[in-house]
C-alpha cells in the first residue's frame, strides 16, 4: 500500500494550489480518503474527506468554501484544491485511507505547504 502526495510548496496569502495523491496496492475505488494536516506543534487536523463515489463530502469548518476535494478512480488519484490560502494554512499535508481521521499508520509522507509573503 503507498500513497504519495505531491503538489505543495510555498505561495503567498491568498494563492492557490493543488495537491495530488497518488494511490498504490489497494483498490482505490473501494475506500473513501481523507486529507489530514499538521502543523508545527500542533495535533493532526481532518481536513477534507471524500467517499468512494465522490457522492458525499466533508470539510473542516476552517476549509470550507476555499478548499475542494475531489478523486478521479480510473486514475487511482485524490485531490485537493486549495484556494485564498491563509498564513494558518500552513502544514505538512497527508492523504489518508478511510473516513474520519484515519490512524497515522494509513497516511501517506506528506506534502508541505507554506503560506507565507
Known amino acids: 500500500v503507498q500513497l504519495v502526495e505531491s503538489g505543495g510548496g510555498m505561495v503567498q496569502p491568498g494563492g492557490s494550489l493543488k495537491l495530488s495523491c497518488a494511490a498504490s496496492?489497494?483498490?482505490?475505488?473501494?475506500?473513501?480518503m481523507t486529507w489530514v494536516r499538521q502543523a508545527p506543534g500542533k495535533g493532526p487536523e481532518r481536513v477534507s474527506s471524500?467517499?468512494?463515489?465522490?457522492?458525499?463530502?466533508y470539510y473542516a469548518d476552517s476549509v470550507n468554501g476555499r478548499f475542494t476535494i475531489s478523486r478521479d478512480n480510473a486514475k487511482n488519484t485524490l485531490y485537493l484544491e486549495m484556494k485564498s490560502l491563509k498564513p494558518e494554512d500552513t502544514a505538512l499535508y497527508y492523504c489518508?485511507?478511510?473516513?474520519?481521521?484515519?490512524?497515522?499508520?494509513?497516511w501517506g509522507q506528506g506534502t508541505q505547504v507554506t503560506v507565507s509573503s
Open positions: 489518508a485511507r478511510g473516513w474520519g481521521l484515519p490512524h497515522r499508520a494509513y
Open positions: 496496492g489497494f483498490i482505490f475505488s473501494y475506500v473513501d
Open positions: 471524500i467517499n468512494t463515489g465522490s457522492s458525499r463530502t
